[in-house]
């Protein structure tokens, strides 16, 4: 089976552009959530959402949306980007809600602000 | 905010060294999970760990959650370069799954 994809795999903009990342979840789950790692650190949590509904917000700024589409994938969409916006984004599948559920990363999303 | 402190935040060490990684919080925790990653890669879950004063191993890892639920170590034996790697834990407070600040561990052979 597939594991978690996302899309694209690299990507570079500039200031005040806006952007689209895709992430495919595992077959059969139904919660995804979006991670901003910053080289060298832990992931930090942006959006988590299960069945089609936002269930959880990072301190993240308006800039920074996603949906999840009636197949489960989703989109993180970030608009007015600024350098500080280059990071790796993650995106992670998993069964159910987070709690104690084990969650499946893709690689990941290098994206970097000119 | 941090609620995750991990450390040390930098590990070199040489093959066949034993390591111990500690992940601290103020916060109870009702479960904690250890993820390593590699480089240009994403986090892969390594356990979690449920019930206070729970001990789990993997080989030559083995994980602890302290009594109070509010720390976790890992322990490996006998490191190998295959080990090279960022170590996370991470705990669900609130209905998000949070990070430590990452050990980076690198096995010299």
């Known amino acids: 089976d597939a594991g978690v994809t996302q899309s694209p795999t690299h990507l570079i903009k500039t200031r005040g552009q806006h952007v689209t990342l895709r992430c495919s979840p595992i077959?059969?789950?139904?919660?995804v959530s979006w991670y901003q790692q910053v080289l060298g650190q832990g992931p930090q949590f942006i959006f988590q959402?299960?069945?089609?509904?936002?269930?959880g917000r990072g301190n993240f700024p308006d800039r920074f949306s996603a949906r999840q589409f009636p197949n489960y994938s989703s989109e993180l969409n970030v608009n007015a980007l600024l350098l500080g916006d280059s990071a790796l984004y993650l995106c992670a599948s998993s069964l159910a809600g987070v709690g104690n559920q084990p969650q499946h990363f893709g690689d990941g999303t290098r994206l970097s602000i000119l | 905010t941090q609620l995750l402190e991990q450390s040390p935040q930098f590990l070199s060490i040489q093959e066949g060294e034993n390591l111990t990684v500690y992940c601290n919080s103020s916060s109870v925790f009702s479960s904690l999970q250890w993820y390593r990653q590699e480089p240009g890669e994403g986090p892969v879950l390594l356990v979690t760990v449920v019930t206070g004063g729970e001990v789990k191993k993997l080989k030559r890892l083995t994980f602890q959650f302290g009594d109070a639920r509010k720390d976790s170590s890992l322990h490996i034996t006998a490191a190998q370069p295959g080990d090279t790697g960022l170590y996370l834990c991470a705990g669900d407070p609130t209905n998000k799954l949070i990070f430590g600040t990452g050990t980076l561990l690198a096995v010299q052979p």
């Open positions: 959402y299960y069945e089609k509904e936002e269930r």
């Open positions: 077959s059969g789950h139904k919660s």
